[in-house]
């Protein structure tokens, strides 16, 4: 998986791409617990090209959420597919996370 | 009935994909159903992996799938310590952000995607058998490259 970090204004938007699994939800786990633990609580996920997530990669979200909620921020996430989303749906997920369809709409 | 024989390594969760996915294309199945089998098995070798053994030797796992009539049927047998994922305590998804446990997720996905799952231990083994209905062939989903 390959992990996109970047400012958009107040937002920092960590773009992934490939497979959030077991291998790979650590590395994101680090990268997004330092931004945040730095201060910066306005966070997009952008999951336009993520092919697959598993329990491990949700637990990172979650996680990520759980903190952000200390700081009074939801967790946005943007451009999820469809079938991602359904597991999203079966985990409970959808009213943790602040889930929009497309970049604009997240930083409006 | 096709079969796959695999060790404990995580590593091999890329075999399971492959087979999963030489499966699905042998019968046709659409790309969702690929997506949730994958999920499926990831979830459940990889607990086995991680939980069923206490030792750290190489152990064999073994998975068969087939296809019945509108149904998958797949059953992956391990040696490791007893666990029945039907006694895992449900994830109560409603729960306010603060109140969610971050763990037990994964059986919890395993048992939504699936239409039926049953246990048995025998001569010292697990064995979980899933079976999945078929979608019939509808809308055709989103690519996914798994």
């Given at each position: 998986?390959?992990?996109?970090?970047?400012?958009?204004?107040?937002?920092?938007?960590?773009?992934?791409?490939?497979?959030?699994?077991?291998?790979?939800?650590?590395?994101?786990?680090?990268?997004?617990?330092?931004?945040?633990?730095?201060?910066?609580?306005?966070?997009i996920?952008?999951?336009?090209?993520?092919?697959?997530?598993?329990?491990?990669?949700?637990?990172?979200?979650?996680?990520?959420?759980?903190?952000?909620?200390?700081?009074?921020?939801?967790?946005?996430i943007?451009?999820?597919?469809?079938?991602?989303?359904?597991?999203?749906?079966?985990?409970?997920?959808?009213?943790?996370?602040?889930?929009?369809?497309?970049?604009?709409e997240?930083?409006k | 009935m096709?079969?796959?024989?695999?060790?404990?390594?995580?590593?091999?969760?890329?075999?399971?994909?492959?087979?999963?996915?030489?499966?699905?294309?042998?019968?046709?199945?659409?790309?969702?159903?690929?997506?949730?089998?994958?999920?499926?098995?990831?979830?459940l070798?990889t607990?086995?992996?991680?939980?069923?053994?206490l030792?750290?030797?190489?152990?064999?796992?073994?998975?068969?799938?087939?296809?019945?009539?509108?149904?998958?049927?797949i059953?992956?047998?391990?040696?490791?310590?007893?666990?029945?994922?039907?006694?895992?305590?449900?994830?109560?998804?409603?729960?306010?952000?603060?109140?969610?446990?971050?763990?037990?997720?994964?059986?919890?996905?395993?048992?939504?995607?699936?239409d039926?799952?049953?246990?048995?231990?025998?001569?010292?083994?697990?064995?979980?058998?899933?079976?999945?209905?078929?979608?019939?062939?509808?809308d055709?989903?989103?690519?996914?490259?798994?």
């Amino acid at each position: 998986m390959k992990i996109a970090t970047c400012k958009k204004g107040n937002y920092t938007e960590f773009k992934l791409n490939g497979r959030l699994d077991s291998n790979t939800s650590s590395m994101l786990e680090k990268e997004l617990t330092g931004i945040i633990e730095q201060g910066n609580k306005y966070i997009i996920i952008n999951l336009e090209e993520l092919n697959y997530i598993n329990s491990s990669g949700l637990r990172v979200f979650l996680a990520a959420a759980k903190l952000l909620d200390t700081m009074g921020e939801k967790l946005k996430i943007c451009c999820v597919k469809d079938y991602i989303k359904e597991v999203f749906e079966i985990a409970g997920f959808l009213s943790i996370f602040d889930i929009q369809n497309s970049m604009e709409e997240n930083i409006k | 009935m096709k079969k796959l024989t695999i060790e404990n390594n995580s590593e091999n969760l890329s075999k399971i994909a492959e087979f999963i996915e030489g499966f699905c294309k042998e019968y046709g199945l659409e790309n969702k159903t690929v997506f949730e089998l994958n999920l499926v098995l990831d979830e459940l070798f990889t607990n086995i992996v991680n939980y069923a053994y206490l030792d750290s030797d190489v152990h064999t796992i073994e998975i068969f799938t087939e296809a019945i009539n509108d149904e998958i049927i797949i059953k992956i047998i391990d040696d490791g310590k007893e666990f029945n994922p039907l006694h895992m305590e449900d994830v109560n998804i409603n729960a306010s952000i603060d109140d969610r446990n971050i763990g037990g997720l994964g059986i919890h996905l395993v048992k939504r995607l699936t239409d039926k799952l049953s246990y048995e231990r025998l001569d010292n083994k697990n064995i979980l058998t899933i079976i999945k209905k078929i979608l019939a062939n509808g809308d055709k989903n989103e690519n996914c490259d798994l």
